[in-house]
DNA sequence: TCCTTAGGCTTACGATGTAAGTCAGCTTAC
DNA sequence: GTAAGCTGACTTACATCGTAAGCCTAAGGA
């Protein structure tokens, strides 16, 4: 057709794979929806990608810029805290996006200023090269395996105790006492079967309090 | 063929698709090429399996069962240390075995007398219910983040001064100071760029011991 | 006016998972 | 001993995927 939509680019692509994977996970994200979504054949898009892949890599890179960085100024722990927090959160509202930026090495621009400004706020609060570059990534293995098991997780947070009332009868009696009794106490709202994000990322950053001070 | 090959059973696909994983990685485990390696067409698969999910989540629980449980008798701290070394050792011996054991929900025997033992040693050890879920959600945020994380790095860990060399210059000069001084380490050998796994597995044990005394 | 070229389109290929149907041989009941 | 039925394999076929290769057309420059 003749109808000359706005011209594509690369920057059109990716906002419209980026919607995409949001609307409905990578699954539904192929070629040839992603082109119709564009008003375009499928083999059209190879004209400003090369591959998916790239597209992939584009759109996790979209995804990471949306993390706010942290503040020069602030202090490196409330700064590390924060930047963790943003970078769950958004991770959060991308859900497929936690499995692709643990299974891809990205290194898109976003990716880079991220790291980047992570590793400033380390350095300038005393850390060595080594003691930073084990921090962050001490920092980052967290939010990144909390956050990806959390969005795998087959129940919404309340439907926990739904599901543990549902399934404790499946478990052999006696055989996992410890399991069970976990499952009745969120059953009976003693607890609400998720652990708390900051639980486990103050444990890390309290032990970089102490690895800093120790030097 | 009346061959008569020794029959097939669900024990022995899922032997020979574990086999073929750990040979190729997940990608070269298609229904096709498994019958091959079992000298049976694809579909004759499908009397001993559902479907490929099956499969998948079948060897997710072969390899979890190759993780060491803790030992009841021992120090909690201890325990939770060589079962996390061990699983760690176990998910680099299957390298593929990460990335699918954080992105499905696993709930074969394995899996469950993996979470029931790592209950035990920590109620036993005193920790609540809800502290001892935090505990171990936390310790194996650590381990498969960490896992994962490495397994997809494109660099052996001995090639890492080399991409380092190979990479600075691609940095925009001056822009990226930190990422370039954490290259430059490497590159000169200062720092062999991988944090090791204990480091953020112990900031977290130590972290749990605090967490336990203040109750 | 003609030529280049950018940015679309069409067609086609080789994977892949799997639904559906077939068929041979073994087991079991009479 | 024979008929019936089940089991575990095979064959065929389909929809969907990424993408290679080549074509077509309209805009812009010479």
């Known amino acids: 057709m ?14 419209a794979a980026l919607a995409m994977a949001d609307a409905g996970g990578t699954d539904t994200l192929t070629m040839r929806a992603l082109g119709q979504a564009l008003g375009v054949e499928a083999m059209s898009l190879y004209k400003h990608v090369a591959k998916k892949d790239a597209i992939l890599d584009g759109i996790v890179d979209l995804v990471v810029g949306e993390i706010d960085l942290p503040v020069p100024g602030d202090d490196w722990k409330t ?26 090495t990205n290194v898109g ?7 980047e400004s992570t590793l400033h706020s380390l350095r300038s609060a005393g850390f060595s090269v080594a003691l ?8 980052d293995n967290h939010i990144y395996g909390f956050t990806l098991r959390k969005v ?9 105790a739904e599901a543990a009332e549902t399934h ?5 009696p006696g ?5 069970t009794e976990l499952a009745v106490q969120v059953m ?6 998720v652990p708390p994000f900051t639980f486990g990322l103050d444990l890390i950053l309290d032990g970089l309090e102490r690895a800093l001070a120790t030097h």
């Open 79 to 104: 700064a590390m805290r924060q930047r963790a927090i943003s970078a769950h959160d958004v991770l959060l509202r991308h859900p497929w996006a936690c499995a692709l930026l643990m299974s891809r």
């Open 152 to 160: 795998n997780s087959p129940f919404a947070t309340d439907e926990y």
């Open 188 to 193: 009976e709202g003693h607890y609400d079967g």
């Open 109 to 115: 621009p976003a990716m880079l200023r991220y790291v």
């Open 175 to 179: 055989e996992f006492p410890y399991l």
């Open 132 to 139: 930073a570059d084990h921090a962050w990534n001490a920092m």
């Open 2 to 15: 003749t109808l000359s939509r706005k011209p594509l680019s690369t920057e059109r692509v990716l906002r």
């Open 168 to 172: 404790l009868p499946s478990l052999p």
